[in-house]
């Protein structure tokens, strides 16, 4: 005898979804004049990159022109973009730091 619908997927339909924080990718932009040695140093001293990931990852930016430097909830990830620009002005470099819903 085939299934009741009180029967089939009642996991399905009572199953409690478990809720999870939106993530946010945080991109770092390309531009002409910005230091290569700037870019590393944030990337080391904000993301917590090793030295050859932070030249790996400056060097993708570079060449493809953006990059996702990190995921991290909402809150965080404005905190990363608003440290970024900070630095960045501060040094009156043009460098543009982004975040985007994943
Ligand atoms: N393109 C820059 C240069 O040649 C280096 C650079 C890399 C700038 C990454 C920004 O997000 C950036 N000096």
Redesign the pocket.
């Known amino acids: 005898p085939s299934k009741g619908r009180e029967d089939v997927d009642l996991a399905t339909r009572t199953k409690p979804k478990t809720q999870r924080p939106p993530l946010y990718k945080v991109l770092?932009?390309?531009?002409?004049?910005?230091?290569?040695e700037?870019?590393v140093h944030i990337l080391e001293r904000l993301f917590g990159m090793t030295h050859a990931q932070a030249i790996e990852i400056?060097?993708t930016?570079?060449r493809k022109g953006?990059?996702v430097v990190g995921v991290f909830s909402h809150e965080i990830a404005e905190t990363k973009v608003a440290q970024v620009m900070e630095l960045a002005r501060r040094q009156q470099?043009p460098?543009?730091?982004t975040m985007e819903k994943e």
């Open positions: 770092l932009l390309n531009d002409d004049f910005t230091p290569m700037f870019v400056m060097l930016v570079h953006v990059a470099h460098l543009q730091c």
